[in-house]
């Protein structure tokens, strides 16, 4: 049976070491915002909806 190469030091240091910049998830500079899936009036209608189904 083959053992997996590496131990646990050389994966926690792959953990831990900085992602390149092309692999990181948010650019510096982008704009952010606060998550909104639907505005308040819509989710009001949600529930009864829902019931009915």
Known sequence: MPRRSGGRK???????APLAEELKPVRPGESGGQYR?????LSRGVLPQQQTA
Do not use: C, K
């Not at 050389?10 to 831990?16: E, M, N």
């Not at 899936?37 to 009036?41: A, F, L």
């Open 10 to 16: 050389s994966r926690v240091a792959i953990r831990t």
């Open 37 to 41: 899936p639907q505005p308040n009036s």
